[in-house]
């Protein structure tokens, strides 16, 4: 496959982290968003913010140009509700955020550095954080409020 490529000491770079223990909780399989209900938002707010800052570090995949054959926008990790609030709770927990795309990906994106480099705070700036959507609504309007109450867009 593809595979991932880029940040991460020892997390999809192949270098050594340095910690003796790592610890790597993959979101997906650590805590479902898709049953965010079965927990009270509160629980979000505090308990999840505070896992996150007790694994110390956080790993964003990021996909910063549109797929046309999954169907996905550019930037498409900061388009998600749950996504944007991971990185909520990393800013807000002072966690060390680190980046990584795959392979393919990565070359592109630096290709497109190459050859224009206004592209990429051109195409940051166009994203709206605030504008990020979940399944369930309830959810977004949660999580802009909690964002809005703390770091901010």
Known sequence: GDGAAGGG????????????????WFDVFSVSQHQSRSRSFEWWATSFLQAVGSVGRVLVLLQPFEDEAAGT???TTLTRAWCVYELFAAEST??????????????RFFDTLDRDPSWLPESLAAVDCSSSRATCADD???IRDVIRRGVGF
């Open 73 to 75: 926008p550019a930037w």
């Open 94 to 107: 002072r966690c060390r955020l680190e980046v990584t795309m795959a392979r393919g990906m990565l070359a």
């Open 9 to 24: 000491d020892g997390v999809g770079g192949g270098g050594g982290g340095g910690d003796a223990d790592p610890v790597l």
């Open 140 to 142: 977004e309007e949660r």
